[in-house]
């Protein structure tokens, strides 16, 4: 049994939204063996699951969101959370490879992103956020916060960094342009890239754009090779 870091052994609360039934109640189960954690709601809806949080009553310590839910991507609902200034850990959650979601997550305010699949990974990142301090992000390039910490946005982040170093590591692609590549690669559709980062499909195809005629790519099939070839992917 894992045992989880607990405040005058005050089990952690922890809610989930996920609207894949299968995972929410998987995760909730091996979540319930957790020593230390209680969890206190499961929603498969990302506009309940903020509601959940407003609530004084209802508002956990820590909020596992799922990052490729519909029609609210994950991205939304922590965003949401933090503009409305809750003081609530959160933990990203995805089946996907964690670069594709990373930045979005980070960006959102959320204090760590970790697979499904990485139950000691999810047990940590459960333990920082419920003490408002962020995890080690597993994406180099993106950092997470701590709550409260004011956060960039992930190009200006960016664009500080390369200006500051007087060099790009991406070969001048911005990290919105980096993440939507990888995406790609991944095999993520336009529509299904501009509901995880809630961007308009002229938006993802913009950033797509932009990122051919920086590297000199003729299509999206030429700039994943060439990204691939730079070590970018």
């Known amino acids: 049994m894992t045992k989880v870091l607990r405040v005058n052994d005050v089990p952690i609360q922890v809610g989930m939204v996920d609207n894949d ?39 956990p310590d820590v909020l596992l969101v799922d990052m490729s839910m519909e029609p609210m991507p994950g991205a939304d609902v922590c965003a949401r959370i933090r503009g409305a200034g809750l003081k609530v850990g959160l933990v990203c959650i995805t089946s996907f490879a964690l670069r594709t979601y990373a ?23 459960i333990e920082c956020a419920a003490r408002g301090q962020a995890s080690p992000s597993p994406v180099p390039g993106v950092t997470f916060h701590d709550v409260g910490v004011a956060i960039d946005a992930p ?44 961007l308009s499909r002229y938006t993802v195809a913009t950033y797509v754009r932009r990122a051919c005629d920086k590297l000199g790519a003729r299509n999206r099939t030429h700039l994943i090779a060439l990204c691939e070839r730079r070590g970018l992917l």
């Open 155 to 198: 190009d200006v982040a960016h664009a500080d960094h390369a200006n500051q170093t007087g060099a790009c590591p991406t070969g001048m692609l911005s990290a919105r342009e980096l993440q939507i590549i990888r995406m790609l690669a991944d095999g993520v559709e336009t529509d299904g890239i501009s509901r995880a980062l809630s």
């Open 21 to 59: 039934v299968l995972t929410l109640g998987a995760l909730r189960a091996l979540l319930t063996r957790m020593e230390g954690i209680r969890v206190a709601w499961v929603t498969g809806n990302g506009g309940d699951a903020i509601d959940l949080c407003r609530d004084p009553h209802s508002r």
């Open 103 to 125: 930045a979005g997550a980070a960006g959102a305010g959320a204090q760590a992103i970790v697979s499904k699949t990485d139950l000691p990974g999810i047990h940590d990142a």
